[in-house]
């Protein structure tokens, strides 16, 4: 049990499959299974790792995974308690993963505890001010009726990520103020990118959310109450008759209880081989994680195990993945690409054991 219902409950949201990472993501050891940073530990390690001072002890941590991946949560993190440990038959998107998990959070602690929810594949620059901020987000959703999320201060005009604008006049203030949210967007082109960096009130979607879990369930009665009852009537046994549907979509875009904290701590949500090179930063003309001799080659991400040796003659922005039997070389611009080639290998009956 927890010590106080001060403490939040983080719950780390681990169904992914990181198609984008593959041939080293594959179902049964996808993104957040990975070491990419080069800590050794895998991404859920790190993110749970992350989340423990919040919470004081493995008692309070909670992960909702598919079934298919379950186990290997378990193998990944032993301390974890298996009660707190949820695993979707079948995936849903996030409103009902969300929403699963606050009806058993609440039936355990209350409706009253504070319950946070994290992707398991981001990257932190700044731990400690990620949990400062978390903190300062957790106060401000005891004493409001608040769904208080964290908004990625943008570092140029992506369109790879939501947006959330944010209001003009903070309802705190401090180090870590709150805006109410004007709106969440979905991605932008370019331009539009570029016009929402130009008037400073626009942050990142990161996907993390903290709140009140009785707050939460009244905002899915209200707007998904179809969602709602069949969990909490039938639980994990309604999963088959659930719509695919996203917190965002189900919630967050028609509540009046969003809040957002914009923040500075260094993020990465680690969206494809891409990643790799913001991550290392090192300056160097290559990201090179493995055995790489090259002649005339820049801009390039070249990984695999340390057995493993690539030779590479001139060539100019690309990744090269090596992972057993299987090689991928794809242009960085176009690794956003690799799912649809998945969708070929699927169809293959000869190929699809590689997924």
Known sequence: MLQSLNQMIPVILAGGKGER?????????????????????????????????????WEGLWVITSSLLASGVQQQLPQLPTENL????????????VAWTVIEVARRYGEDAIVGFFPADHWIKDPQKFNQTLEA????????????TLGVKPTYASTGYGYIEQGETPVTEGEFPAYPV????????????????????????GGIFVFRAGVMLQEFRSYTPELI????????????????????????????????????????????WNSLERLSGNGKPNVEL???????????????????????????????????????????????????MLKKLADDPQLNQLL
């Open 21 to 57: 990472f593959w041939p080293l993501s594959r179902k049964h050891r996808p993104k957040q299974f990975l070491s990419l940073d080069g800590s050794g530990k895998s991404l859920l390690q790190a993110t749970a790792a992350r989340l423990l001072p919040l919470t004081g002890s």
């Open 86 to 97: 949820l695993a979707e038959p079948e995936g849903r998107d996030t409103a009902p993963a």
């Open 137 to 148: 987000a957790a106060t401000l959703a005891k004493e409001k009726e608040a769904i208080v």
């Open 182 to 205: 004007v709106r969440f967007t979905e991605k932008p082109d370019v331009e539009t990118a570029k016009q929402f960096l130009e008037t400073g009130r626009f942050s990142w979607n």
């Open 229 to 272: 009852t069949a969990l909490e009537t039938k639980g994990v046994e309604a999963y088959s008759e659930l719509e695919k549907i996203s917190l965002d979509y189900a919630v967050m875009e028609k509540t009046q209880k969003a809040y957002v904290i914009p923040v500075d701590f260094g993020w990465d949500d680690l969206g494809d």
């Open 290 to 340: 493995l055995k790489h001799i090259g002649q005339d080659t820049t801009g390039s991400i070249l990984y695999g195990s340390e057995d493993d040796v690539v030779v590479t003659i001139g060539l100019e922005d690309v990744v090269v993945v090596r992972d057993g039997n299987v090689t991928l070389i794809v242009k960085k611009e176009r690794t956003q690409e690799i799912k649809q």
